[in-house]
């Protein structure tokens, strides 16, 4: 009796071994013929999260903290004797340092000792290319106020010809804060908001060093950035975890390999913003 217990037990026990086996096979089967058909209907919009010292956040989130506003102080922007003068306020300088993206003369205009993007223009670039250095550059918002959010006096500054600092109108004007004024487009918010009203000249002073690739492509050294808006410190020895291309509504690029040095770039985003007084000191990495 004993006997055919032990194999009447065993014998159910193999069944109940097999019943499970049977059923996990027919709910994992299932789920991933109906998450391929899903797939391959409509791809999932690209989202991407960022951790920052205010928590974990959408690229490109209008709730992501806002950084305060303040009033800036009078500044000045003589370039030292041993700066590279890219923009001095003449078209002369404008024609022999400047170009489109492909060398050509470029469609901004000169206007008022100023370099003034025109829409559908494209960027303008120094025909000569940096690496780490030191960049000062005074910019200028149209008066007239048109549009909002990313639509209000939109520019940037590119530099490596890859990473952008925003230029944007962001005196009482809401947007997401890593597009804002000053920021690291689609990584970093700035520390405070320094913007002058709509119109007025602003300054940036940018100590930049830059990304460094090994052979294959990888990167080695991260690109940093300490900035200062009107005299300001907005961005404070920055180190980038990625790039900065805008790549969807909550996402932004990843690095890819770079020459050693590249173009200083000012971005055409159709609205009439002007620049001036443009100087450069090259650093070491």
């Not at 690209?46 to 506003?69: C, E, F, K, S």
Request: aromatic share 8%; net charge neutral; proline share 7%.
């Amino acid at each position: 009796m004993r006997t055919t217990l032990l194999v009447a037990a065993a014998i159910a026990l193999l069944g109940i071994v097999a019943g499970c086996a049977t059923q996990k096979e027919t709910k994992t089967a299932e789920p991933v013929k109906v998450e391929t058909a899903q797939a391959e209907a409509k791809p999932q919009p690209l989202r991407q999260y960022l951790d920052t010292p205010t928590g974990r956040w959408l690229v490109h989130d209008t709730n992501r903290p806002a950084p305060p506003i303040i009033t800036p102080g009078d500044t000045c922007g003589a370039a030292p004797s041993d700066a590279i003068v890219l923009f001095d306020g003449t078209e002369a300088s404008m024609s022999a340092n400047w170009s489109d993206t492909r060398g050509n003369a470029s469609k901004w205009v000169f206007r008022d000792g100023a370099m003034e993007s025109v829409e559908k223009a494209g960027y303008i670039q120094t025909k000569q290319q940096f690496g780490s250095c030191q960049l000062h550059l005074e910019f200028a918002t149209p008066s007239v106020v048109k549009g909002s959010s990313q639509g209000r006096g939109n520019s940037g500054v590119f530099l490596q010809g890859e990473f952008e600092i925003q230029v944007l109108d962001s005196y009482e004007n809401k947007t997401y804060p890593d597009g804002q004024c000053g920021a690291l487009y689609g990584r970093a918010v700035p520390l405070v908001n320094a913007s002058r009203k709509p119109g007025e000249w602003q300054s940036y002073d940018i100590i930049f060093h830059r990304a460094i690739f090994d052979k294959d492509g990888k990167i080695v050294q991260k690109p940093t950035f300490t900035i200062f808006h009107n005299g300001v410190l907005i961005q404070d020895h920055v180190t980038l975890d990625g790039g900065t291309q805008w790549r969807g509504p909550h996402a932004v690029s990843d690095f890819r390999p770079l020459p050693e040095k590249g173009p200083i770039q000012f971005q055409d985003h159709g609205n009439p913003v002007r620049f001036r007084n443009v100087w450069l000191r090259e650093l070491k990495d």
